[in-house]
Nanobody, 121 residues
Framework: QVDLVESGGGLVQAGGSMRLSCVAS????????MGWYRQAPGKQRELVAQ??????HYANSASGRFTISRDDAKNTVDLQMNSLKPEDTAVYYC????????????????WGQGTQVTVSS
């Protein structure tokens, strides 16, 4: 089975930085898009940033402060977050649109279990 495991969450003061990492493992044939989403209490899950072979995309709230990077050889995606604000507090989820060796023509979205990021004011 495919697993996505996040790491790097925790508590940070406003203005600080934090780096999230995610590794995808299992019977992976190819990864199309990897990204980070977040969900704050009482709110819907929203896209933070994603990276594909064609380039990167950032939510307006993340642009200029966050940087997403990807290592295709290791199937990892990182999110460097700078100038953090209390409104960045949320559970951050890693996602990957990928194909497995068992269904090479089918692209499915897989999710990590989430990691809590708390920014104190």
């Amino acid at each position: 089975q495919v697993d996505l495991v996040e790491s790097g969450g925790g508590l940070v003061q406003a203005g600080g930085s934090m780096r999230l990492s995610c590794v995808a493992s299992g019977p992976i044939f190819g990864v199309n898009v990897m990204g980070w989403y977040r969900q704050a209490p009482g709110k819907q899950r929203e896209l933070v940033a994603q990276v594909a072979t064609s380039g990167t995309h950032y939510a307006n709230s993340a642009s200029g402060r966050f940087t997403i990077s990807r290592d295709d050889a290791k199937n990892t995606v990182d999110l460097q977050m700078n100038s953090l604000k209390p409104e960045d507090t949320a559970v951050y989820y890693c996602s990957a649109d990928l194909r497995t060796i068992y269904q090479r023509s089918l692209i499915r979205t897989y999710w990590g279990q989430g990691t809590q990021v708390t920014v104190s004011s």
